[in-house]
């Protein structure tokens, strides 16, 4: 990531980022996406449907509730090989054997999240501009996230030491 960083940028640390900078951010993005397949901001979403419908071999009825687990299917080991692994490598190479539909993060179809672009790319600038001048480490990398889900998953301590990137 810091060399992908580094070579973009090539030590400026005041040049602000381009549109170009982001699209060569590719192993910047990989992170992100994997980091969001491990732990999602929401673990699940809803679909009703309006009319009746077959699916999966059984018939369900017009106002059926369909609750989508994709935190289950970001783990399950026939969607990601080694699922509690994190693999950045997963979404940076295109030739393993990870069912990239099975990464829900925005939804999917027709539906999916209108903010996708959006939200990827506040991600990657937070990222970039973070570490472009900063050493980030864990105080402790053995200790478990404290983390509070409800309907949105979040951190609520996560120690971390920064120093300045000379």
Request: a negative charge; proline letters at 6%.
């Amino acid at each position: 990531m810091l060399e992908e960083i580094d070579k973009i940028f090539q030590g400026d640390k005041t040049r602000p980022i381009t549109e170009d900078d982001f699209h060569n951010l590719k192993y910047c993005e990989a992170i992100v996406k994997e980091v969001s397949r491990i732990f999602p901001v929401s673990n699940s979403f809803s679909r009703c449907i309006k009319k009746p419908d077959e699916v999966t071999g059984y018939k369900w009825p017009a106002g059926t509730d369909f609750h989508i687990n994709f935190e289950g299917a970001h783990n399950h080991p026939e969607c990601w090989d080694n699922p509690k692994i994190f693999d950045p490598d997963r979404f940076y190479n295109n030739d393993n054997n990870n069912d990239r539909s099975a990464w829900m993060v925005f939804g999917g179809g027709r539906r999916i999240c209108p903010g996708k672009n959006l939200a990827t790319i506040e991600s990657l600038l937070l990222m970039f501009s973070v570490y472009k001048n900063y050493n980030v480490e864990l105080v402790n990398e053995h200790e478990p996230l404290k983390v509070h889900t409800q309907m949105i998953s979040n951190c609520t301590e996560l120690k971390v030491r920064i120093s300045p990137r000379t």
